[in-house]
């Protein structure tokens, strides 16, 4: 290939479930020219199969192969191959934006600059869900808002460069700068390589573009990522002296103070950040070597995160936590007791500690150094010698009350109690992790049967997704489109599929199903999870965990597990695979067939009835005040959820409201002729009309 614009390089190391989602999202982008480099890095899980199978489909995937060499060897080693005007390194179990490529070229391009320095998507792994994280998008908070989406040099960024985040994902980088500074990522250290690589970046003063556009996203808080294993397997062979003294090599080279000073700070900001990621057991490892880091350097006085309140942030983040806590070590032993925000401490020996904290406003901080307590009182600094701190010193709200030399049967007392609180914690927790567990696995086995078997069935095909709102009395029917309609719609049409749930009304029409002959219709009974919630008549025979066995004799049905807001935690969010996890539903049946409608592969989707009214849902029927106004407060903002979740997991997925009411704006909207012919209001407003 020539004249490649774009080399993207990808370090991978056992990433198979995630590889796929990322290579996707890379070769569907409008930019062509461009290469994959992709560098396996000894994966043992399959990815290097993932990464062959790819590459046979589509030329620009380069495939390299080392042994554990580490992700700094893996980008450096993309870097000697790449051949692409402008380079970006991404991870493996992450994932671009839509047309990314493109844009990002067309402002490096347009802009004639070095780096394009972007803003990113937080995906939390636990929660599913898009969550705002300032540190990758940190720079929204330190530069002048003139710099927005413009061109800025050294000299306008150099004062607070180094507060921003050291990831290299988002940034976009001109190779022949990289080459021409040989910059390159250290193969030394196997933690924060990437900061220390883009303050080599920085330290160049490269042209930098600052946009606001987000065009990656990040995935965060897996349980398996590098951090998390080096936490758990390499923390105590992690070399932070070696780290320091590869960033203070490049300090002493700088001339200005004020550069020195920033990314000195920036290194204890990284410090920080990753003893929060350190797994329990090798905190107190990874605590002691930053002490003695901190003693390394306690002459440069000039430091912030020396001489700070920051300093006692990262003590706080060591000992702090919700309830009670006792840390024994060498020379510390605390006892922390948190009641209705008002905090007691006892104290002994401690190198700098946090003290006194009435509702949520720091009292009392305390540094110990060369035998002076410094002490702090409403951010007022005073000194007093405190001789005897081998003693237990006892504080409410930061003031002393009493000292005595052993409070061992103290710490008893309080251990006693807090161990039959636990006692009845732990036995209240373990029944509810059973019930989830059972629910899991039910779920599990009942949706392998029937789900998985639609995956992406439908990829060529459109459907229509259709509800019973007014809104419905106006669709022409299509035959060429799948119909997936919701509870009472198979009255009035043809359907390809039918979801059946709880609902209000539900025993009004039931019963028709028994009449209901048509072979071609698959349906599917929603079934309750053991603790969910239910506000409508439990005698409803509906309601029972199986479907009635004369159902299943008369019609093509599954059933399968539905969640709401109320029920277990696994069944409160949305998800991609339905043969393993329960349907959502915002208390609507036609967030089921919508889920469905994705899940097997639909490249278009209408919506048809499926929006709320506030004067009602059924029909344009007036129903139970309170009813309706829970069910609107629920169905739009679920929608509004449902959008945020197709960008995400579904972006070449187009979704169309037709003669949308309550969910106009959400998705793309489309009416017919007939509805703006009765609703003449429309005809002020600019929207579009279905031929």
Not at 324 to 344: A, C, G, Q, R, S
Not at 362 to 378: A, C, E, Q, S
Request: with cysteine; proline share 2%; aromatic share 16%.
């Amino acid at each position: 290939m020539k004249n490649i614009k774009l080399s993207l390089i990808i370090p991978i190391y056992n990433a198979k479930k995630y590889l796929e989602r990322m290579l996707r999202s890379i070769v569907k982008q409008k930019l062509l020219d461009i290469e994959i480099i992709c560098v396996d890095d000894g994966s043992t899980d399959g990815s290097l199969d993932v990464l062959k199978k790819f590459s046979l489909l589509d030329s620009r995937i380069k495939v390299f192969v080392q042994h554990r060499k580490g992700v700094g060897s893996a980008r450096n080693l993309g870097l000697a191959k790449a051949q692409g005007k402008y380079i970006w390194f991404v991870d493996a179990d992450d994932w671009i934006s839509y047309n990314s490529c493109e844009e990002l070229y067309e402002i490096a391009e347009k802009n004639g600059v070095d780096i394009v320095y972007f803003c990113v998507d937080y995906f939390d792994s636990i929660k599913q869900v898009n969550v705002e994280n300032k540190w990758f998008n940190s720079f929204n908070d330190c530069i002048n808002k003139k710099y927005y989406n413009s061109l800025l040099d050294f000299e306008d960024y150099k004062e607070f460069i180094f507060r921003l985040s050291g990831a290299v994902w988002h940034k976009f980088i001109l190779r022949d700068f990289i080459v021409k500074n040989k910059i390159y990522f250290s193969e030394n250290i196997f933690l924060m390589e990437d900061r220390l690589y883009c303050f080599d970046l920085f330290l160049k003063k490269p042209k930098i573009f600052f946009t606001l556009e987000r065009f990656y996203t990040y995935r965060a808080n897996r349980k398996d990522n590098v951090i998390g294993r080096l936490a758990e397997d390499n923390i105590l062979r992690l070399n932070i002296f070696y780290y320091f003294q590869e960033v203070y090599n490049r300090i002493q080279k700088q001339s200005e103070s004020v550069e020195q000073r920033e990314l000195l700070n920036n290194l204890f900001e990284g410090l920080i950040l990753y003893y929060n990621q350190c797994h329990i057991n090798f905190k107190n490892a990874y605590y002691n070597k930053v002490l003695k880091l901190m003693k390394v350097i306690k002459q440069t006085q000039e430091l912030e995160y020396l001489h700070s309140i920051k300093s006692f942030e990262f003590c706080e983040n060591l000992f702090k936590k919700k309830n009670i806590v006792k840390i024994v070590d060498k020379d510390i032993l605390l006892v922390y007791f948190n009641l209705f925000n008002i905090t007691f401490f006892r104290v002994k020996k401690t190198p700098f500690i946090f003290l006194g904290k009435f509702l949520g406003i720091p009292i009392f901080t305390f540094r110990n150094r060369d035998g002076v307590l410094k002490r702090n009182f409403l951010g007022i600094p005073f000194f007093k010698k405190v001789e005897k701190l081998d003693r237990i010193h006892s504080y409410i709200f930061g003031i002393k009350y009493k000292s005595v030399e052993n409070a061992d049967f103290k710490l008893r007392s309080l251990e006693q109690r807090l161990k039959q609180h636990n006692e009845n914690l732990f036995k209240g927790m373990e029944q509810r992790l059973k019930q989830h567990n059972e629910n899991l696995i039910a779920c599990v086995n009942l949706h392998q049967r029937v789900f998985l078997k639609y995956k992406d069935q439908h990829i060529e095909e459109e459907a229509v997704v259709l509800g019973s709102g007014p809104s419905l009395n106006y669709y022409q029917y299509d035959k060429s489109k799948i119909h997936i309609g919701c509870n009472r719609v198979f009255k009035t049409m043809d359907l390809d599929y039918l979801f059946l749930a709880d609902a209000q009304g539900t025993k009004e029409y039931l019963y028709d199903l028994f009449n209901f002959k048509n072979e071609k219709t698959k349906i599917f009974f929603g079934r309750i999870l053991k603790d969910m919630e239910y506000n409508s008549d439990r005698n409803y025979w509906f309601h029972l965990h199986n479907i009635p066995e004369k159902f299943s004799q008369v019609h093509n049905s599954e059933s399968y597990y539905m969640g709401r807001e109320a029920s277990t935690p696994f069944a409160r969010e949305i998800y991609t695979d339905l043969s393993l996890f329960p349907l959502m539903d915002y208390r609507t049946v036609i967030h089921h067939a919508f889920q469905f409608a994705l899940f097997a592969g639909f490249k278009r989707i209408y919506i048809v009835g499926c929006d709320s009214q506030l004067n009602g849902y059924y029909d344009g029927v007036q129903q139970d005040l309170k009813w309706t106004n829970d069910a609107y407060s629920h169905i739009v903002p679920g929608w509004k959820k449902f959008k945020k979740f197709i960008d995400v997991y579904y972006p070449d997925t187009e979704v169309i409201s037709i003669n949308p009411v309550g969910l106009r704006g959400i998705f793309k909207d489309v009416y017919t002729r007939q509805y703006v012919y009765d609703h003449p209001d429309l005809l002020n407003q600019d929207i579009e009309i279905m031929d």
